[in-house]
């Protein structure tokens, strides 16, 4: 079983529409994040969360919400859904708790959001 | 603002040594970081360096200058399942990873 699991990994929509992105993980790890990656970009940080219900925003927080109600649950909303928003979205996790230097973050396998 | 540059596509032969670059402009440094992406997939942790000089690990060595703002991906004895993305990351003042667009890298026969 994969360590970060998104649902869903494909999802096709129509503009205006709410969706909903999940990631959970089973690595204990504090810290969770989510991107998105569009072609010919780095990923950009969307939102990120150091503990539960500490929520921080990221570069591109615009028409983005997210909840953090478990250590090992993070989900993503799109509250009113726009083209533009055409994206891979990655959920990732890291351990700080540890307080050994920086660590890695961990990659979900992503979800391919389409909206029309 | 923050910058990250990395070349956009490299092509290398299977059997050879290939070095990825990437220059860094940032608001502090704590740390870069090099990740794998095979296309449609996730991205890998590959190395990590903060102090300047080389990480070696296995086929792959990284290495840093923090006063060039430069570190190096080093990949040798190159293997078809090496043709990937390659992306470089680097943890600024506020403990956040800032991304370069990523190296696809083209391993021919």
């Known amino acids: 079983d994969a360590d970060v699991t998104q649902t869903p990994r494909n999802r096709i929509t129509k503009t205006g529409k709410r969706i909903m992105l999940e990631c959970s993980q089973t690595?204990?790890?504090?810290?969770m994040y989510w991107y998105r990656q569009d072609p010919g970009l780095g990923l950009r940080l969307i939102y990120y969360?150091?503990?539960?219900?500490?929520?921080n925003k990221g570069e591109i927080s615009d028409g983005y919400s997210v909840s953090r109600q478990a250590q090992a649950k993070f989900s993503l909303s799109l509250e009113s859904a726009i083209p533009n928003q055409t994206a891979l979205y990655f959920c990732?996790?890291?351990?700080?708790?540890?307080?050994?230097?920086?660590?890695?973050?961990?990659f979900g396998d992503g979800t391919r959001l389409s909206i029309l | 603002g923050q910058n990250i540059d990395q070349p956009t596509e490299m092509t290398a032969t299977e059997g050879a040594i290939v070095q990825i670059n990437c220059t860094y402009q940032?608001?502090?440094?704590?740390?870069l970081f090099w990740y794998q992406q095979h296309a449609g997939e996730a991205p890998t942790f590959l190395s990590y360096?903060?102090l300047d000089g080389l990480e070696e690990k296995g086929r792959f060595s990284s290495f840093l200058s923090r006063s060039k703002g430069y570190s190096y991906l080093l990949l040798k004895e190159l293997q078809m399942k090496d043709s990937a993305s390659y992306l470089c990351?680097?943890?600024?003042?506020?403990?956040?990873?800032?991304w370069g667009a990523g190296t696809k890298l083209i391993i021919k026969p």
């Open positions: 990351a680097v943890m600024d003042s506020n403990y956040q990873l800032i």
């Open positions: 360096n903060v």
């Open positions: 969360s150091f503990d539960v219900k500490d929520i």
């Open positions: 990732a996790t890291s351990d700080q708790k540890s307080g050994d230097g920086n660590q890695p973050q961990h």
């Open positions: 940032t608001s502090g440094f704590n740390g």
């Open positions: 690595k204990g790890h504090d810290r």
